[in-house]
Structures are given as C-alpha cells and as structure tokens.
C-alpha cells in the first residue's frame, strides 16, 4: 500500500493529522467571545431539537439575533459606512427583535395590528434591519426584490388595472409582517432555525475532521484509475463532499483546491480542469442525504416529509453527476486524457481507515430518517454527537483531545456563520412570501404566466426556467427558488403539472445559475483556482453541462423518474432512459464524433430517446 499524497489528505486546507491545538494557546480574549458566540449558536439551535414546542415568536426572534452580530460585527467591511454601521445595525436589531420575543404573550393577541409609535418603531427598524442584512450577507438584489414588494404592500391601490390592490393600512400590514407569522416569523423562518441548522452543524462537524480525507481517498481509489481519473474524482469527491455541505460555492473551493491542480498537472486544459469542478460541485445542492438548505425549505411548502423528497431527489441527483461524468468521459477521448498513476492512489487500507469518519455519521442520518419515525433535525442531531466524539480521533486511531478541542471550536464558528447567511436570506424571502400573501400579487403574476404560455405547459416551463435561471444569476439558490415557485409553481400545477415536479423543476434551474454566464459563482472561484479566464472556463461548463439544463424538462417528459419509492423498476428505466439520450447529446456536444451531420444526427437522435414516448 502507498502513502495517500499530500495532495488528496487535504480537504479543507487543514492537513487531516496536522496538530491544531498550538492556536488555542494563542487565542486572544476577543477570539474567546467569538467562540462564545459560536458555541452558544450552535447549542441553541441543537436544544432546539430536544426543547419541545416553544412560541414561533420567541424561537424565530432569537435565531435572527444570534446571526446578527456574524452579519454586522464579525464579517469584514467593504467600506467605512458598513464599518460604523455594522455596531449600529446590530443594536437596533437586537433591540427589536428583543421586544418581538419579551412581548410575545402580548402580540399574539393583537391579531397582527400594531399600537403606539413603539411598536410601529420596532417594525419599521426590523424591516431595515433584515433588509441591510441581506444585502450584507447576498448583496444588493435580494433586498432590492423585497424592496420593491414592499413598495407595492404600501402604494399598489394606486396601480390601476387587474395588478392593484384595495390598500392596506399601515398598522396592520407591518403588524402581520413583524408581529404574527406572517411574514419575518413565517414557517419558513422556522424551518431556517429548527430544521436546516442542525444539518448545517453536522455538515461542519463532518468537514472539520478526518471525513474529509476520506471521501477524498475513496473518491480517489473509486475513479482515479479510470480515462481522465482526475476528472472523474473531481465528481465523485463533489457528490460526497456535496451531501455534506449543500452549499456549492464551498464545494468548488473546498475539492477544487485539491482536484484542478491535479487536473493540471496531469495535462488537462486549465480551462477544462476548472469547468469539471464548477460543475460538479452545482450537484451538492440535490445531492441525499443532506442535499441543501433548499430542500428544507421545499418539505415546508408541500407539507411532505423530508425523506418523501429526499427519495424522489434521489435519481435527479444521480442523473445529474452521472450526465457530468458522460461529458468528462467524452473529452477524456477527444483530448487523451489518462488516469492517475498507481503510485497516486491511496490505497484500499488508507480509504479503509479514513472512510469511517464520514460512513459512520452518514449511516446513522440515514437509519434514523428512513428506519424510525423520528424527525430530520433529530437525525441531523443524533448524527451530529456521534460526529462529536469521531472528531477526537485521527486517521491512525489515535486520540487527541487538543486537536478535538481545536477542530470542536472550528466547526462551530463555520457553522455558526453559516447559519447567520441562510438566516438572512430566508428571512428576507418570508418578507416578499408575506406581501405576496396579503395582495394576492402572487396570483396575479400566476394568471400573466398562464396568459403569457396560451395555457400550454411547455411554454410555461421554458418560461419559469428561464425566471429562474435569471433570479438564480444574483440570488442564491434557495432565495431564486422561493420566489419563482411563489409566482410560477402555481401556474405549473394550473397546467397539469404534480406540486412535486414544479417545485423541482424551479428548484433545478435556480441551483444551475451557478455554472451560467455572466453571473456563475461557481465558474468564478474554479477559475481562479485554475488562473483560467473565466469566460473561457464559463463556455467550457456550459458544455461540460448542457445536458443538466435538460433533465428538469426529461423528469416533466419521464414522470416514473421521481417515483422511486412507488414504481422503482419503472424510475430506474427512466434513468436509463434519459441517461442513453443525454450520452449522445455529449457526444455531439463534445464533438467526438466525425462530422457535423453526425453531431447533429446524434442530437436529435438523444433529445428522441428523451422525449418520444416518456416513461
């Protein structure tokens, strides 16, 4: 057996048997409270799980104040107004929302109508407060929606035409904003602070230790011996580190540290090195048994259980690495790209070694969800303290505690402000959900679709594909999903179309914004990473992934593929299916095949197999 080289015993940038416990001694006392904070963070929302029922206006409250200060204190400043500002935000914050959770047996009774100028004060400062948050946390666009929303609340009695509304008054509707659950405290808020959190936990739990050394060494072992091995790492390690942290810029700079330079240094174009990680990693974000904040997010709107969608998600996800490898395969032949040699594989004793600290947790997620009847945050939670202890231990069977202590303390802080950006973004989305809610602004966008598509499902697809793709450019994922499904989902199931397959199919072209030009986050850091122009590494994903921007509009064409759970051997003929089809899609695409009559043939040959007599 070989040594493991020290490019795959690195997953985060921290060597899997490196000793961390030498910055503990140094910590100053600021980096205490700091990790106060942190610790405090992730212990709420885990006590959380075990509580019991607590009001939604004290639970959803707190939840926004403990991310508060990673927003506004603890993130660098990109100017001096956010510098002075940030303590300012943070105060006011606190304060209001502070006076939500202490006068909570109070508010609930006023039904959603505000009294006195203290209570008006509080709502008019929250609303700033999410909204600057937001923009702090994701930037300008998501604030700048919600903005306008909000305008809309105030002033669209005065819009003339079926687009108006007959006027709200103020009290009442910032009271159902700020003081029910209506709006910043909707379910949705909820599902931020009592569901996605312990996930978030146990995904940095799991990326604080020797796990990710593991699916590296697996991933590497699996597929580095195959025609381009490294590229096909690359999607193997981004799928596993994608269940984990369903965040795909994470994904990108996490694996793509280890996986482009590799790819470069084998021969691959930079420029291909670079797109095989973008897109690989845009998959985590559907990718069992974590999968994204998204998914939780789309449990609370279809009122289903987790692991119903989780299920369904299950051959999508498969369908999405498994038409990424297809194309890497394709320039693997086009370009003569080999494997990695023997001397660069870990070895099955390595893997075997390393492979627990992931395998463990994972399988105890996935026995509590689908083999008891206890809840997803329970799951995450029973995974996370199992996680806890597996920290101790590194690669060799050693226990460590100075190393445990140091990577129990990293784990929190990521976690912590992790749960600090999805704070904000879902609660920003609850204040558009809100306003949709009260004006009925979302049936009348629903009824402009159904207009605008002449009531055929297709047009209606194309078109909220499209929305989606264009809101994901700016917004992140989850953001870009909640509110195309507020809009056009509805139009969707007006059309024939399952509540299940609408809101995936939102959700599919809102995550794929991130290998789509001229906004791709994804592209951005890869290239980097690579020093590719990332226009160029852009161009590349987009071929590397074309058939991803199929298989939302395959799974519509080819029902059987989200029935796993109820038709199993007719989903898995719809993978094969579609699968076939997307494999000479790639083919042409790539260009592996002699001519451009058989390029083209080959096209529309596979789109034939995709949509001529679905599954």
Known sequence: ???????????????????????????????????????????????????????????????????LP?????????????????????????WAAGYIMWNQPTLVRQFGSLRGEVQMAVAVTLILVVLEAARRAIKWVLPMVAALVLAYGFFGQHIPGDFGHDGLRAAFFLGTLTITEGGLWSSLTGISAEVIAPFIILGALISAGTAGTGFMALATQVAGRARAGAAKVAVVASALYGSISGVAAANTASTGMVTIPAM????????????????ASTGGQIMPPLMGAGIFVMAELLARPYTEIMVAASLPALLFFATAWVAIHQYAIRYGLMGLSREEMPGWIFVARTVPFFAVPFGILIWVLAGTSYTAPYAASAASAVMVLLLAIDSTGALRMRRWAARIWQASEDAARQIASIAAIIICASLIVGVFNMTGLGIKITALILSASGENLWIALLLTGLAALVLGMELPTTAAYVICVAVAGPALVA?????????????????LCTITPPVCGNVFIAAGIAKAPWLAVAGRSMSVGLGLFIVPLAFVANPSLLQLAEA????????????????????????????????????????????????
Do not use: C
């Not at 929302?45 to 939604?56: D, F, R, T």
């Not at 990109?78 to 935000?89: D, H, Q, T």
């Not at 034939?608 to 007599?613: M, N, Q, S, T, Y």
């Open 1 to 67: 057996m070989t040594q493991t080289p020290t490019l795959f015993a690195e997953a985060r940038g921290i060597p899997a048997d490196a000793p961390l416990a030498g910055p503990l001694r140094a910590i100053r006392p600021a980096q205490w409270a700091v990790g106060a904070l942190a610790l405090g963070t992730v212990g709420f929302h885990l006590y959380l799980v075990w509580s019991g029922l607590i009001p939604a206006l004290v639970v959803r409250p707190i939840h926004l104040m403990l991310a």
């Open 70 to 94: 990673w927003i506004f204190l603890l993130s660098a400043p990109a100017n001096a107004w956010e510098r002075w500002s940030g303590p300012v935000f943070l105060a006011l914050g606190l």
């Open 264 to 279: 470069i240094r084998l021969g691959y174009p930079r420029t291909l090195a670079a797109a095989t990680e973008a897109v």
């Open 495 to 511: 059309l024939g179309l399952p509540e299940l397959y609408a809101h995936l199919f939102v959700f599919w072209y809102a995550l």
């Open 568 to 615: 199993p051997v007719w989903a898995v003929l719809a993978l094969l299916k579609i699968l076939a089809g997307l494999y000479l899609i790639s083919r042409a695409v790539v260009g592996t095949l002699p001519g451009v009559p058989a390029r083209i043939a080959a096209a529309l040959a596979g789109l034939a197999v995709i949509f001529v007599a679905g599954v």
